[in-house]
């Protein structure tokens, strides 16, 4: 190698480190991959997605193979630096190449191509892959040698390498990844989504309408009373029974005999003829099983009941629906008058408001996870029945009782959430 100028060493050299710094950022790219973007590439046909993937199903290998070529150019660079040293200025030479050497290697050879890596996985990682999947056919032999005394390592310590780098995400995984596409996704949209996934925490009891508001027929009234009930209900289907709630007959669909009662040809039996059989479900039934027996039965409303079979609620498909896409409204002062805004900034509460209405319709953080409503968290906080003019502190949120009704909390007034220090002294 006397003849070779120094040069030319050089060049080679450069070649040797533009090698180095391939095998060391691709490998950082190709681990850094998002491998459902990759999934997602890959099924729309993109040629460097598919042999991306097809690299990573087997990391063991490609890792084999990477290392291989990167501690092969090493040593090279090593071997070619000391000559060039000892070439140029003999013995010392040799030491001040090596001295130089660590320093480029950790720079252009690891720091930098990694970090670039790192912040451009995919442009990196998709055209190294084009080059490694041939290039892993024709070093097999060796990958495999290595891959045999390493695997065979591994496994004495129990540690299993057959398995794929892609694994499935959680509940709490998915709902993370969710809540970081904020870029990307719209926040209606993001909200949606987390909606849906929610819909396997909250219950039938958590959205349910309570029993003493839901709205229905009695057919021990008057017929007359019934029929102009019928002409000023505001819902579509509306529960049927006698004398209470509690001995349900059934619902009814108004739109299949509203031409008959504006006519006056409705007649009582012709009423009952159109009465569909109740439908019940557990208070502890979540959202998502909910949706799915509302789509099996063609159901649109359901009434919840207790484990004693006592009648506790209603639900509506609009209730579930509202738990995906959101109220629909967003106007405090419309929720069902239970919310009433004042000019210092407080609301006045209806004391059987669902916590988790109050906090949508407000973007508060009472804890929903106890008591549904506002009576129960109130008497939960004091263990007995507050006299008006109470004041007490949940979560932050300062609540005054303001009327008591039939041993329970009527109506509150809520004050907005007080900042960190106040809350603390």
Known sequence: MDEISIGTLLLVLLVLFFFSAFFSGSETALMALNRYRLRHLANNGHRGAKQAQSLLEKPDRLIGLILLGNNVVNLLIAQLAAYIGYRMHGSVGILIANL??????????ELTPKTLAALHSEKIALPAARIYKPLLTLMYPFVWVANFFSNSLLRLFGVKVDKSILTTLSHEELRTAVNDEGTTISSEHQQMLLGVLDLEKVTAEDIMIPKNEIV??????????????????????????????????????????????????????????????????????????????????KRRLSLVVDEFGDIQGMVTLEDLLEEIVGEFTNDPATYDVEIHPQKDGTFLVDGGSHVRDIN?????????DGP??????????????????????????????????????????????????????
């Open 360 to 368: 949508k319709a407000l973007t508060w953080e009472l804890h929903a």
């Open 216 to 297: 229905g027929i009695d057919l021990e009234d008057d017929w007359d009373d019934i029929v102009t009930q019928l002409k000023n209900i505001s819902y579509t289907r509306v529960p049927v029974y006698r004398n209470s709630i509690d001995n349900v007959v059934g619902f009814l669909h108004l739109r299949k005999f509203i031409l008959k009662i504006l006519d006056k040809d409705l007649e009582r039996e012709d009423l009952e003829k159109l009465i569909r059989e109740p439908y019940f479900i557990p208070e502890g039934t979540h959202l998502k099983k909910l949706l799915f027996e509302f789509q099996a039965n």
């Open 100 to 109: 130089i050497l660590i320093f480029a290697i950790l720079v252009f050879a």
């Open 372 to 425: 549904k409503t506002i009576n129960g968290l109130i008497l939960e906080h004091m263990q007995s029945i507050p006299e008006p003019g109470t004041s007490v502190l949940i979560d932050g949120y300062p609540i005054e009782v303001v009327q008591i009704q039939n041993n329970a909390v009527r109506t509150v007034r809520i004050s907005p959430r007080l900042p960190q220090r106040e809350e603390v002294a």
